[in-house]
């Protein structure tokens, strides 16, 4: 390994030296690619990124398309190594615009294989699947087996985190020949390691423990000590699904001991696990609670929520096994909070109604007795001329006061259904009444309490900016001491214009019911014109600001949408860091337009998400460089977006990155 470095820094002398006497042409710049390469290889990233500089300078005033492909590349390359996703994106992207432009196939395919590495690591699998298969073809046919191993690593990996385990085995398997050829000890073992998983996870536990027995003979007993911690356990688990305890004993066993040597967390997480799990089919409960106890202490540490659900499992057989059935159910909840993240709830049964089978006999007997006792009487009034006639007067009376009292009724129910009408009229009316006040003193409540807001945020943006005018004037600082509060005077008159700026619009369209006069009109020009307007700010803060619009037309109000982008930008400019990335664009979906301001900088949490455009919560926060703001601007934007029939949203996640999209009309709606 010395003599490596001896013979590296060996070339990055004699290199350094022909560049000093070189013209500068396009030797010179390939000269000085090579000892960039060099640079890169010994990790030397800062003297690499000099180089790339000067040459990616010279190559473009030479128009020496070559030599902005690799310096594009290399400079990828070295911001993939340093986490830096967006600019490391940035620069594979236009190192592959320069290859395509020389028609440079492998070029293409070097620079698609490195996008497809680093979105397959960031979880992007879809594009990193999608890159990394445009590249296969022509390393196959080339021959390149470096780059081969690595795309069909890339894949593998790919294919295993989207579950496709058929395709994840093909490509490892792939991966592992390939690695032998170019006998790559630490790929070998790598591609060995995850097919033995894969086959594992498809239960196909014989094939896994023929894999995972040749990664321990592939390992050196000093360097690979974290891997062979890892596969013992796993081995001696294999071994427990056929009931073989011997051997599932001696590699848990040996696990356990050298993971706890090593104090490997995860390791001992794994062993004790899987040596719980022996011990209970072996019928050893009270040492199998105390291991998965510990293990259970160590899952919830580091947070590994696979073996956590493991260890859930164990538990449940565990307490089952002993009786313990409400700890059971307890370890069972437990499983499935984490397993499906709900709860699952059973549907109640209907109430269940009783019939009788049987009728009671004393009852049948009472029926019996009033049925004779009816007959008797009928047979003594019949036989009774003056009962008759009195009957049949008393049920012409009956009768008489029967038809008055229905029609006395019907013309009763005829005037209650009236008056039912009449209440359930008016009840809709006081209902509309009191919604439309409600309405109305929430609206009232919302201004009130932002112009409490904006009232204080003027009073301290214009105090502020007074007291520094009062001591100029009374002499209490000298001009030079003046001059350096210039710029947070600056910032304080900046912050009380905006604040203006936003409450008239805003005022206008909650007081005045302002009506949008929507026309035609190319949304491109309204992008140039507002980012123009932040420039300054951008070029402070070193950002990159990426224009991917396009000419297209959208139906709305001009006037309105500008006062949107233009919120939408500057909040973009104002919550990027250094050399962050900010890219607006547009696009038609579905018949509308969609348009998009996407930046890299700080994110929003999840629990603020919903605050934004919300005018009750008065949400804002300090910017990159401790800009204010009021916390009107996406009420406003919200507001104006829907005035025009159209809809905004966010999607963000903290400390990568927001993406504001508007939705609205391309064309004016038909009658």
């Not at 580091?302 to 307890?330: P, V």
Request: with cysteine; aromatic share 8%; glycine share 4%.
């Amino acid at each position: 390994m010395t003599l490596f470095i001896f013979s590296q820094n060996e070339k990055i002398d004699d290199l350094t030296v022909q560049l000093a006497y070189q013209e500068a042409d396009s030797i010179k710049v390939d000269l000085s690619l090579e000892l960039i390469h060099e640079l890169y290889v010994i990790k030397d990233y800062p003297k690499a990124l000099r180089y790339l500089n000067q040459t990616a300078k010279l190559s473009e005033k030479l128009n020496y398309t070559k030599g902005l492909a690799k310096t594009t590349y290399y400079r990828a390359l070295i911001y993939t190594e340093r986490n830096d996703y967006y600019n490391a994106i940035d620069n594979y992207r236009k190192s592959r615009l320069y290859h395509q432009t020389l028609k440079d196939t492998l070029g293409v395919a070097k620079v698609s294989n490195s996008i497809g590495l680093l979105e397959i690591k960031r979880g992007n699998y879809s594009n990193g699947l999608k890159n990394s298969l445009s590249a296969i073809s022509i390393f196959e046919a080339r021959g390149l087996n470096d780059q081969l191993s690595s795309a069909y690593n890339n894949l593998a990996e790919a294919y295993a985190k989207t579950n496709t385990i058929d395709k994840a085995i093909e490509y490892n398997t792939k991966a592992l020949e390939i690695r032998k050829q170019i006998s790559d000890k630490k790929g070998i073992i790598e591609s060995t390691k995850n097919i033995a998983d894969l086959y594992s996870e498809r239960k196909e536990h014989r094939k896994a423990i023929e894999y995972f027995e040749n990664v321990l003979v592939l390992l050196d007993p000093k360097k690979d000590q974290d891997t062979r911690g890892e596969i013992l356990p796993k081995l001696g688990n294999e071994y427990l699904k056929f009931n073989e305890y011997k051997k599932a004993s001696d590699y848990l066993l040996e696990g356990l001991r050298y993971n706890r040597k090593q104090n490997n967390k995860e390791g001992l997480l794994r062993s004790l696990n899987a040596v719980g799990n022996l011990n209970l089919q072996k019928g050893k409960l009270k040492l199998a609670e105390n291991q998965l106890n510990e293990a259970y202490a160590i899952a919830q540490k580091i947070d590994d929520s696979k073996a956590l659900l493991e260890n859930y499992r164990l538990h449940i057989a565990l307490d089952s096994t002993r009786g313990y059935f409400q700890n059971a159910f307890f370890w069972q909840n437990k499983f499935y909070d984490l397993k499906e993240n709900l709860s699952k709830t059973k549907t109640p049964l209907p109430p269940y109604t009783e019939v009788p089978s049987e009728i009671d006999t004393s009852d049948a007997m009472a029926i019996d007795q009033d049925t004779a006792v009816k007959e008797n009487s009928e047979k003594s009034w019949l036989h009774n001329p003056y009962v008759i006639y009195g009957t049949l007067g008393l049920l012409a009376l009956l009768l008489i006061l029967f038809i008055n009292n229905f029609i006395r009724s019907r013309t009763r129910k005829i005037q209650v259904e009236e008056l039912n009408e009449k209440l359930k009229q008016e009840q809709i009316r006081s209902e509309a009444i009191l919604e439309q006040t409600h309405h109305l003193e929430e609206v009232n409540q919302v201004k009130d309490k932002l112009f409490s807001i904006v009232s204080h945020d003027l009073k301290d943006s214009i105090s502020s900016i007074k007291a520094f005018l009062d001591l100029l004037k009374e002499d209490s600082i000298s001009k030079e001491e003046f001059r350096e509060l210039i710029p947070e005077l600056s910032d304080n008159a900046n912050n009380a214009s905006s604040l203006l700026f936003n409450l008239l619009n805003w005022s206008k369209s909650q007081m005045q019911n302002l009506e949008p006069k929507p026309e035609l009109f190319n949304i491109q020009d309204v992008f140039h014109t507002k980012m123009a307007l932040v420039e300054q700010k951008v070029e402070d803060k070193r950002i990159v600001l990426i224009d991917e619009s396009q000419r297209d037309f959208i139906y709305a109000d001009r006037s309105m949408v500008e006062i949107v982008i233009q919120n939408l930008i500057t909040n973009a400019v104002k919550f990027s860091r250094i050399g962050d990335v900010i890219t607006v664009s547009n696009q038609e979906v579905n018949g509308k337009a969609l348009i998009c301001v996407e930046d890299t900088g700080v994110g929003i949490s999840r629990k603020n998400i919903d605050k934004l455009f919300n005018a009750n919560k008065n949400f804002t926060t300090i910017g990159t460089k401790n800009e204010k703001g009021t916390g009107l601007g996406l009420t406003i934007a919200k507001d104006l977006v829907e005035l025009n029939d159209g809809r905004i949203w966010v999607e963000s996640t903290e400390n990568v990155g927001s993406k504001f999209f508007i939705e609205l009309p391309k064309a004016a709606p038909q009658e």
